[in-house]
């Protein structure tokens, strides 16, 4: 196997007749291999663009999805009573319970933690916020972890008697708040939007 | 002319023939030989085999950690193929038995129900374990006896891409079932993707198909799981192999005593070396079915279908090191450049196992006795030969398990602090123990096993061997 291989051969033929004569390619004029090489730059970017174009339109299909606002009335999210309305007496002190909005229940960006953090029977003592942790998008505990609102991920945890401020973990902000009130027989409804952005950046 | 051809061709047939087969006359030969020698005389796959089925594969059982490893993502191609007939890649919302479900899930739940396709199903999860801890074990083995060297730097090279492609490989097939646990590890994925500085948003929508989870999400991970990755590593693969090959393998000490240098000392690869990894593949066959049998290792009711409620999630041991550094790295690490934030996501779960693995490619330019390397390394060094390369290595190893405890630090009583403390303290302490203790016992120099100046053995029954030559 020690003929000369094709490859070889053919630098040969190619290269032998121009390094006699190099000027001809440093005056930019059109020869023949100047224009080949052009021709095969022309189709290495074609066929970069023929990825690259396509790659575009891979783009993201984006779901539209129902955000919680006022007048949303909060049920159950999980549990045996998923779907039924939570009444402001169910939550006994020191206890968290996840809600989502009445018929936007599709969207679990919009999972609420309710959080009775004193006593009483209507909108006092009883906060909520976004339930979808500021660090890296999971769902935090539907319940308090000493007295505190905690991420099973990883291990972030919020302060439910202070705006949900960071108490501990890599999570970057509070957790977002939502103001609600309560109608008659206890209902709890949304009175406007989370006051940040929720989840991750 | 051509009576003198047709003469020799014939003859050169015969010749070709006769050796394999022990010596029986073409004349008597049955219609399957005949049909062999049809076949020979168009393939000639006869000069093939004696290009390649005489290569001499060295005998130790850690040089099959790597056959494992093409073994295990063999099974997880057959495997896959077959949960692909009937998985459906799509989370929209069907409804049954009065239940709406995702449709991946949904399906999922089917393949649990048919007793077959569960076992295949258990089969494809422990083969992802399995190759993924052959990857990790034959790189130790390469690593520790300092065979990444001189030739070999860029087959190290390509072994790391072959990790980080089955880390990939493993991390989106978990979202496929589209259970909770799917549901909450995938968005995790997302939310470190996106939290890349510029281009984050774009390149997380582009790779979970937009905003996780939408429903653009399981169809494209789906394509990247079964298409994509393996197509690549499959690609990947062969080169590895073909520089295994013409490489050659390298070879444990022994060997300098009982074949000249540049010789390869083993069994030919055929029939022997192929024997030997046929019988591996019926090992590895039986011991995964038997797991999957018995040992279901992600049943779908153990997390439920994607819902509010979160349980708790982590991941797999192979990305756990990840998942730990993200748990210790402080909110703090943020700052803006241009408008961009590089925060803690970003570090803990783009940057630091990109330095991982980008040191470890580097392995073979950092190592000292490499950059100094004036000839070929083709043998096996024994690992306390090089006591800095054993500490090192010891230290990134306790370095990861460290890690692994870090992942559970707030569950184990242990706080952020002392958790820091403890990922730094104890992969150094043990390194430098292991150094000193290296120190100590390095008495082996490559001199040493020089065939000229050591005596060979009286080997009265030596092991069957095959030297192939140079080349
Ligand atoms: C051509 C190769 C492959 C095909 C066709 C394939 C196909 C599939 C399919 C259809 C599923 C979804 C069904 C299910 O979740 O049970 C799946 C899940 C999975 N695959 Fe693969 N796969 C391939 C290679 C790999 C590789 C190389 C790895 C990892 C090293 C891997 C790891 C996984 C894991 C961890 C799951 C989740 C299993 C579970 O549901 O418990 N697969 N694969
Ligand atoms: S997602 Fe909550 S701590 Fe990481």
Known sequence: ????????????????????APEVEDQGLVTRRNLLKWVIRLGYGAFAAAFAIPALALQSLTQEQQVVEAGDQLTYAAGGQSGQPIRAGELQP?????????????????????????????????????????????????????????C?????????????????????????????????????????????????? | MTIRQTGRTPGETRELEVRPRGGVPSARRGPQQRMADWVEERVGLAAFNRKYGRKAFPVHTTFFLGEMALFSFVILVLTGAYLGLIYVPSSDPITIGGEDLPAAYASVRLIESIPVANLLRNVHHWASHLMIISIVLHSLRIYFTGTYRKPRELNWAIGVVLLGL?????????????????????????????SIPFVGHIAADLFFGGAFPSFGSVPRLYTIHVFIVPAIMTAVMGLHLVLVIKQKHTQPGYARRLAEPGKVLGVPLWPYQAILAGVLLMLMFGVLF???????????EAYGPPGPANTAVKPDWYVLW??????????????????????????????????????????????????????????????????????????????????????????????????????????????????????????????????????????????????????
């Not at chain 1, 509070?174 to 406007?192: D, H, R």
């Not at chain 2, 038997?290 to 779908?300: D, E, I, N, Q």
């Open chain 1, 1 to 20: 196997m020690s003929t000369v291989s094709p490859n070889s051969t053919e630098r040969l033929t190619l290269e032998g007749p121009e390094s006699g």
């Open chain 1, 94 to 150: 020191n206890t968290a319970v996840l809600a989502l909005p009445q018929n936007k229940t599709e969207n679990q960006q919009n999972t609420v933690i309710l959080v009775r953090v004193a006593p009483g029977q209507g909108a006092e003592g009883l906060v909520a916020y976004s339930a979808i942790c500021t660090h890296l998008g999971c769902s935090v505990l539907g319940r308090l972890v000493n007295n505190e609102i905690a």
């Open chain 1, 152 to 201: 099973p991920c990883h291990a972030s945890r919020f302060d439910p008697r202070n705006d949900a401020a960071v108490l501990g973990g890599p999570a970057p902000r509070p957790l977002p708040s939502l103001p609600i009130t309560v109608g008659p027989e206890g209902v709890i409804t949304a009175a406007g939007g989370f006051n940040g952005e929720i989840g991750p950046a």
């Open chain 2, 166 to 194: 089955s880390l990939m490989a493993g991390f989106v097939g978990y979202s496929l079932p589209y259970d909770s646990y799917a549901v909450t590890a995938t968005g995790i994925g997302y939310g470190i993707a996106r």
């Open chain 2, 290 to 300: 038997l797991l999957g049998a018995l040992v279901p290792p992600h049943p779908l």
């Open chain 2, 322 to 471: 990840i998942y730990g550094f993200l748990k210790l790295i402080p909110a703090s690490v943020n700052f803006s450049v241009a408008g961009s934030t590089f925060g803690p996501n970003f570090f803990g779960g783009l940057v630091f196992p990109a330095i991982v693995l980008g040191l470890l490619t580097l392995a073979p330019w950092l190592d000292s006795t490499n950059r100094k390397a004036t000839r070929n390394y083709e043998y096996l060094e024994p690992p306390r030969q090089s006591p800095m390369r054993m500490a090192i290595g010891t230290g990134v190893l306790v370095y990861i398990l460290m890690l692994f405890v870090a992942a559970y630090y707030d569950e184990i009583g242990l706080n952020v602090g002392l958790t820091w403390l403890l990922t730094i303290a104890v992969p150094l302490v043990t390194g430098a123990a292991v150094f000193l203790w290296g120190k100590r016992v390095a008495r082996y120099r490559e001199e040493d096993f020089d065939p000229r100046t050591v005596d060979t053995p009286a080997t009265g029954d030596q092991p069957a061997t095959e030297a192939t030559p140079a080349d």
